[in-house]
């Protein structure tokens, strides 16, 4: 069973930067065959897709963030992150990072019903 941890959350001012990290365990597969996404909820709103890292290390991103954050992997220690910067009061959430069943995972990247593995969460809170 595939295990996911979020972890980097926290209270940081307005324009300031961020790393969350995604630790994946329980891996069967090599760790690159495994796309990931990465999405967020804020209180009384939708789960938002945030951006995306397939497979062969494309990456895709909510046009809300585009050219603020940026996903990366380091496949040797299994884990995702997620670099946000010049962040934003509207950028406070629940951050998951989440992964779909399918190796090889071609899409769609936005919708969080094709991604069956979650991690529990990590609050990134931004004071304006």
């Known amino acids: 069973q595939v295990q996911l941890v979020e972890s980097g959350g926290g209270l940081v001012q307005a324009g300031g930067s961020l790393r969350l990290s995604c630790a994946a365990s329980?891996?069967?597969?090599?760790?690159?065959?495994?796309?990931m996404g990465w999405f967020r909820q804020a209180p009384e709103k939708e789960r938002e897709f945030v951006g995306h890292?397939?497979?062969?290390?494309?990456?895709y991103y909510a046009d809300s963030v585009k050219g603020r954050f940026t996903i990366s992997r380091d496949i040797a220690k299994k884990t995702v992150y997620l670099q946000m910067n010049s962040l934003k009061a509207e950028d406070t959430a629940v951050y998951y990072c989440?992964?779909?069943?399918?190796?090889?995972?071609?899409?769609?990247?936005?919708?969080?019903?094709?991604?069956?593995?979650w991690g529990q969460g990590t609050q990134v809170t931004v004071s304006s």
């Open positions: 989440a992964a779909p069943r399918r190796l090889y995972y071609q899409g769609p990247y936005a919708t969080p019903s094709v991604y069956e593995y």
């Open positions: 890292i397939n497979w062969s290390g494309s990456t």
């Open positions: 329980g891996i069967t597969a090599t760790f690159n065959s495994y796309s």
